[in-house]
């Protein structure tokens, strides 16, 4: 089986009252779709468009398979898996480039 990058990401809305998870092969382009609401469905709808969570595999089927295992979770428990790698929840996609949340220095 080929190497082929994927990302499986969490989504959420301004007011963090929605949760969405997705699979993709291009993660800034796929940001790009939901920032401009080019993908009908639940994240038009619920104007999800907010990247806050991602991981980063190297084959299609262990990203799908952690899709659906987060997709499983309680809104409890993707809130804390979110917490561990993005405390504040900021936009993780700006101007098309996706950024890695800084973890805060230890003094």
């Not at 469905?41 to 190297?58: A, H, M, P, S």
Request: net charge positive; aromatic share 12%.
């Amino acid at each position: 089986m080929p190497i082929h990058i994927c990302y499986v990401y969490i989504l959420t809305n301004t007011h963090h009252t929605v949760l969405y998870t997705g699979v993709t092969n291009d993660l800034e382009r796929r940001c790009f779709e939901h920032k401009q609401k080019k993908i009908k469905g639940f994240t038009q709808k619920y104007n999800v468009d907010k990247l806050i969570y991602f991981e980063r595999y190297d084959f299609i089927d262990l990203a799908i398979a952690r899709e659906k295992q987060i997709k499983g979770y309680s809104r409890m428990k993707k809130v804390a898996l979110i917490d561990q790698f993005n405390k504040e929840w900021r936009e993780l996609c700006h101007d098309g480039k996706v950024e890695i949340p800084r973890k805060p220095s230890r003094q």
